[in-house]
């Protein structure tokens, strides 16, 4: 346990903990500079995000950790050592209506999520994978997020300390001082502020008799056991004391949290009685962030509706850089929308863009970059539009790599490997995203005309570069394309042609006329391939009729970040 470390500023701060040095060049160095102002230079700061993995991990928990990992980047820019605690807490109970209305829980209500162990590792390390893949977390951490004490990042599992009894001593001193620390939170009965998980059940739905430093007398309301534990091992603190004993006992030395949490009689603002009066601590700097929402509506992002989005969807559509830029660029007490519509999609990369090119100039875009990554920006910000690299993509059916030798050849000073990262992205919206903007309808929308039977013999006899010449009206066109996309617009015929090939054309106009079917516009829509950054930009793909999306023998990335992520829960 640490010793006490108050100092006169702390009663000040905590009287609006909304309030920031906006001279600072990003919000992050404020709070890494009251940080290296309260510790002494030798002091490892500790800096905790702590989640509970009722269900799995979505864009709004993403924040709480990224603003840890900014303040720990800030604090390293200051010469500061610091690291991140994450912590998961999976000693909670599963709550009564998650096991209800969740197969996989069912039967497990009133239990510690980490009773189901399966479910509760796979949550976890997804997550971690995801951490991974954004740079959060560092290399040398295993599956579980474990790695040597001491260094730079730490995971703990509560379940797991509270049973082995990592908190015994402050947990014994917490039960015998109930009353008081009841009369600190407001509380009438300090039995109210612990829960016991039954020896009989295992669920936590019980009520305490008798409270004491080493035993709890219970009774059970799910199997009406009326039993004594001995020792802390299965009690569990309310989370307002949860919070200040693993505050204590790790020492914690700052925490990001919803603003929900910071406000007038929140947990923040309760338990300053204990810091101050019991445990004679300073309070945790807390840094408030503000709520990420969906694309549309008031609405918060919530783990309890599911469906995500989930980190892992950002990455499937954006470079890990960026990704953390969505949520650092703003101020961590504003609010976020996070979406994938192509207003929010194009706006987000261009608004990306210029940010890069700003980098060499402008100070507060520098210090922003240097809190995000550690390489070089001068190749992301010589990369061509996003819009312009989906307009290829779709302009050769989502072939990737006719795409990139096009773009190759339109940048020639661009970064192969970074292009093809780009092309790859594009791929993964069009695919998951896309269809809104870029598909027809989904049936066979009439039947072929004439233009079409025209079209089909020409470019069976043609042999030449692009598609075959003719004088075609706008409705002879409308009628092409509407066999090859559903719409009444499209690529260019003589892009096609020479992405694809006249064969594959031809076939695909065949089997609109023939079938009803519009296999360019499947292809399109389904897993794009990621082009190779090492093939030389003038390689055309086989003649024959590949599969639109397959001629690159790269993941794409949306597969890639999904495989290493189930591969990590595995």
Request: contains cysteine; positive net charge.
């Amino acid at each position: 346990m640490r010793g006490r470390n108050a100092f006169a500023g702390d009663a000040a701060s905590r009287r609006d903990l909304h309030a920031q040095d906006r001279t600072a060049p990003h919000w992050a160095l404020d709070y890494a500079r009251r940080l290296a102002d309260r510790h002494p230079p030798q002091h490892r700061i500790l800096i905790q995000t702590s989640m509970s993995p009722s269900g799995s991990f979505h864009v709004g928990n993403f924040r709480d950790t990224v603003c840890a990992h900014l303040v720990h980047r800030a604090l390293a820019r200051m010469g500061r050592r610091s690291a991140i605690l994450l912590s998961f807490d999976d000693y909670d109970p599963v709550r009564e209506s998650q096991a209800a209305r969740d197969p996989e829980l069912a039967g497990h209500g009133g239990r510690p999520l980490a009773a189901h162990r399966e479910r509760a590792t796979r949550i976890c390390r997804a997550y971690l994978a995801e951490l991974r893949a954004t740079g959060i977390l560092p290399e040398g951490a295993d599956a579980d997020g474990r790695m040597p004490p001491g260094g730079t990042w730490e995971t703990h599992y509560q379940y797991e300390r509270y049973r082995a009894g990592v908190y015994r001593e402050i947990q014994r001193r917490y039960q015998r001082d109930a009353a008081r620390l009841a009369d600190l939170l407001g509380k009438a009965d300090g039995r109210d502020l612990f829960a016991v998980y039954c020896l009989q059940c295992g669920r936590g739905t019980t009520e305490i008799h008798r409270l004491g430093a080493a035993s709890a007398h219970y009774a059970c309301r799910s199997c009406g056991a009326r039993l004594t534990v001995t020792g802390p091992e299965h009690v569990k603190p309310s989370w307002a004391l949860d919070w200040t004993l693993r505050v204590a006992h790790e020492g914690i030395d700052c925490e990001p949290a919803g603003q929900d949490h910071c406000s007038a009689g929140s947990t923040m603002d309760r338990t300053v009685p204990v810091y101050d009066r019991y445990l004679g601590l300073a309070q945790p700097v807390i840094v408030p962030y503000g709520l990420v929402r969906g694309e549309r509506g008031a609405g918060k992002i919530s783990g309890s509706s599911g469906g995500g989005p989930y980190v892992r969807d950002l990455l499937a559509v954006h470079p890990a850089p960026m990704v953390l830029w969505l949520y650092a660029r703003r101020n961590c007490l504003s609010d976020l929308r996070i979406g994938f519509g192509a207003d929010v999609f194009f706006g987000a990369y261009d608004a990306f863009d210029r940010f890069l090119r700003a980098v060499p100039g402008d100070a507060r875009a520098r210090v922003l970059w240097e809190l995000l990554s550690d390489e070089d920006p001068a190749p992301r910000a010589a990369l061509p539009r996003m819009r312009s690299v989906v307009g290829a993509l779709y302009a050769r059916g989502g072939a990737a790599e006719p795409a990139l030798a096009h773009l190759t050849r339109r940048h020639p000073g661009c970064d192969r490997e970074l292009l093809a990262e780009r092309v790859a992205h594009a791929g993964a919206w069009l695919v998951t995203h896309g269809a809104g903007r870029y598909r027809g309808e989904a049936g066979p929308g009439g039947e072929a005309g004439p233009a079409v039977d025209v079209l089909i013999e020409q470019l069976r006899a043609h042999t030449g570069p692009g598609a075959p010449r003719a004088h075609r009206t706008v409705a002879e066109f409308r009628e092409i394309y509407r066999a090859l996309f559903g719409t009444e617009r499209g690529p260019r015929l003589d892009t096609l042609v020479d992405a694809l090939t006249p064969q594959a054309v031809a076939d695909a106009l065949t089997a609109f006329r023939d079938r009803g079917e519009r296999p360019l516009c499947a292809g399109l829509f389904a897993s794009p391939g990621r082009p190779s950054p090492e093939r030389p930009a003038s390689e055309r793909p086989a003649s024959g009729s590949p599969a639109l999306g397959s001629a690159a023998p790269l993941r794409p990335a949306s597969a890639s970040v999904r495989q290493e992520v189930a591969g990590r829960a595995g």
